[in-house]
């Protein structure tokens, strides 16, 4: 809900933004060749992180840093309202993207890289190593049944239903 309502807020400003980003805190580009700017498809830009000694593909085609017009982040309904906590909303997100349109590479694929802060989180996403004895969490349950209900989920579950409110700052 945070993605969409920010993007929300932003059109609401009415300033002209025709590209958004999103980008993960905790990951530093190395390459100041890896251009922030949107194109006519949305772009991964994160292909290779030093936590994954560089390979791609890492686990997603979506995630991490990514960037697309405005257009085309209305045209997928956005992000999903319903996760909460971290993971999947990667995939879901590139899943209603690959529905419409085709997901880009950087123009210069060796300048995708990025290095990833040390953290942890409560529970890991499809191929870390150390995803035993998690992935039966609460959470990860019901983030793995979101996924598998995505198609019924996409039409009703995004910008379309989006409900937020803003808190004046003391």
């Not at 405005?70 to 999903?80: D, F, I, L, R």
């Amino acid at each position: 809900i945070l993605m969409n309502a920010a993007f929300d807020a932003l059109m609401k400003m009415d300033v002209g933004f025709d590209c958004v980003i999103f980008h993960d805190v905790d990951m530093l580009p190395e390459d100041d060749r890896n251009r922030y700017a949107c194109g006519p498809s949305p772009i991964h830009l994160s292909l290779m992180i030093n936590k994954y000694d560089y390979r791609y593909p890492y686990g997603t085609d979506f995630g991490g840093v990514t960037m697309m017009s405005a257009a085309n982040y209305t045209s997928v309904n956005g992000h999903t309202n319903v996760f909460w906590g971290w993971g999947r909303e990667d995939s879901d997100i590139e899943y209603r993207i690959r529905k419409q349109m085709k997901i880009e590479k950087p123009e210069i694929f060796d300048s995708a890289r990025y290095t990833m802060c040390g953290h942890a989180h409560p529970w890991t996403f499809q191929n870390e190593k150390h995803k035993a004895g998690i992935e039966n969490s609460y959470q990860a349950v019901t983030h793995k049944m979101l996924m598998k209900l995505k198609d019924y989920r996409n039409r009703f579950d995004g910008l379309n239903s989006l409900n937020y409110r803003t808190v004046p700052k003391n």
